[in-house]
């Protein structure tokens, strides 16, 4: 699986947009990208994946530069409740290998 | 609700016992994973289990072992315990086998060890 760097933390206000880039110089041809959200004392929640160019859903966008390496989870209009943690994984679970979670980024959202 | 159910959700116990940590997968979902979560260490894989198989290893102790059952729920067992092994223990499922895409996780059994 591909390594992916984040940022440890990012602060924001109320109404602003966030955008979280990850790193993954090793990705392979055949593997997604995923982000997951988790609130403190839960577990992690799935909030979007993507191959190619860009994603969006009712949460979040996902965009993909052309030669893949990094990828940017776009928030809009963040609230209160968007403070959690991010993390961005790359990868297929193939047997026999792992699937990692890093560090993720720890977003704080202030009024 | 992710469909995923964890028990129990708050465990204390002391070192050196033995605990079983219990998980039900979403309705048809065949995979379980297991993920050990403390403050220092970050969220750990531990072990991944398809249709009763053992299919991935992670950091996984040799004091903790797994095991899926017919009815695809899943059986965490941690033994000699010891401080450090308090932490929150997220069970997660899938389909199938490989991951292309989201993982259910419940809400976590949280084991303090005194």
């Known amino acids: 699986l591909a390594k992916t760097t984040q940022p440890i933390s990012m602060d924001s206000y109320e109404g602003q947009e966030v955008n979280i880039t990850c790193s993954h110089n090793n990705i392979a041809t055949n593997d997604y990208i995923t982000w997951y959200q988790q609130f403190p004392s839960q577990g992690p929640r799935f909030i979007i994946q993507?191959?190619?160019t860009k994603v969006t859903n009712e949460v979040a966008s996902l965009f993909i530069p052309a030669d893949r390496k990094s990828s940017t989870l776009s928030l809009p209009r963040v609230s209160l409740s968007d403070t959690a943690v991010y993390y961005c994984?790359?990868?297929?679970?193939?047997?026999?290998?792992?699937?990692?979670f890093g560090k993720g980024t720890t977003l704080s959202v202030s009024s | 609700d992710s469909g995923v159910t964890q028990t129990p959700k708050h465990l204390i116990t002391a070192t050196g016992q033995r605990v079983t940590l219990r998980c039900s997968p979403r309705?048809?979902?065949?995979?379980v994973y297991w993920y050990q979560q403390s403050l220092d260490q970050g969220l750990q894989f531990l072990i991944q289990y398809y249709n009763g198989e053992e299919r991935a290893k992670g950091n996984i102790l040799e004091r903790f072992s797994a095991q899926q059952f017919p009815d695809l729920h899943s059986e965490l067992n941690l033994s000699s315990l010891e401080l450090g092994d308090s932490a929150l223990y997220f069970c997660?499922?899938?389909?199938?086998?490989?991951?292309?895409?989201?993982?259910?996780f419940g809400e976590g059994s949280r084991l303090t060890v005194l």
């Open positions: 994984l790359v990868g297929l679970n193939q047997a026999g290998t792992a699937l990692i």
């Open positions: 993507g191959y190619k």
């Open positions: 997660a499922s899938s389909p199938d086998s490989k991951y292309t895409g989201e993982l259910f």
């Open positions: 309705s048809g979902d065949l995979s």
